[in-house]
Antibody
Framework: QVQLQESGPGLVKPSETLSLTCPVSGYSISSGYFWGWIRQPPGKGLEWIGSIYQSGSTYYSSSLKSRVTISVDTSKNQFSLKLTSVTAADTAFYYC???????????WGQGILVTVSS | QSALIQPPSASGSPGQSVTISCTGTSSDVGGYNYVSWYQQHPGKAPKLIIFEVNKWPSGVPDRFSGSKSGNTASLTVSGLRAEDEADYYCSSYGGSNNLVFGGGTKLTVL
């Protein structure tokens, strides 16, 4: 069974960088699939942030592209998200996930609430 | 890439059927058979219940069914049960390696 678990600070100050990591168990990232990040502001809908393939190729939402970096560490079987220059509008539950291409998400982490506040 | 359009709410009584729509454009929903649906209970992560318009992942009951016509996809929940009360989100491949989600529909079982 594929399991993902987001980790990182739950509180980030405005203008700083949000950093999250997602260790994966039950499946080797090197074996394939895309690995993505999705966020959900409290009480609102889902927004795809971006994804990375095992090769390191990255794909980002056009609305966040200038501030997002997704990376992968196959030796630790985990991938990471960095979002720079955060504002209150970036407050959300952040989910890491396994994607089948960019067609669907078949496994989700439990989500982590990141609040942007001074 | 704009979000797909879903009605904010839907409702039905136990045993009834309810249909939720998901409207996009010819660049996403209408252009590909890659529409998926997710169920999200409060405080939980979303769960995939339909993929490629009308296919079921293992373990999902066939009370959930999907369809598509033009730029609009639909999720039908038949034989409504109390446990079906949740938020439902559609997604579609949006072209150019993008994944786009709908705004979500809150399903209430009366």
């Amino acid at each position: 069974q594929v399991q993902l678990q987001e980790s990182g600070p739950g509180l980030v100050k405005p203008s700083e960088t949000l950093s999250l990591t997602c260790p994966v168990s039950g499946y080797s990232i090197s074996s394939g699939y895309f690995w993505g990040w999705i966020r959900q502001p409290p009480g609102k809908g889902l927004e795809w942030i971006g994804s990375i393939y095992q090769s390191g190729s990255t794909y980002y939402s056009s609305s966040l592209k200038s501030r997002v970096t997704i990376s992968v560490d196959t030796s630790k079987n985990q991938f990471s998200l960095k979002l720079t220059s955060v504002t209150a509008a970036d407050t959300a539950f952040y989910y890491c996930a396994r994607q089948r291409g960019h067609q669907l998400v078949d496994y989700w982490g439990q989500g982590i609430l990141v609040t942007v506040s001074s | 890439q704009s979000a797909l359009i879903q009605p904010p709410s839907a409702s039905g009584s136990p045993g009834q059927s309810v249909t939720i729509s998901c409207t996009g454009t010819s660049s996403d929903v209408g252009g590909y058979n890659y529409v998926s649906w997710y169920q999200q209970h409060p405080g939980k992560a979303p769960k995939l219940i339909i993929f490629e318009v009308n296919k079921w992942p293992s373990g999902v009951p066939d009370r959930f069914s999907g369809s598509k016509s033009g730029n609009t996809a639909s999720l039908t929940v038949s034989g409504l049960r109390a446990e079906d009360e949740a938020d439902y989100y559609c997604s579609s491949y949006g072209g150019s390696n993008n994944l786009v989600f709908g705004g979500g529909t809150k399903l209430t079982v009366l």
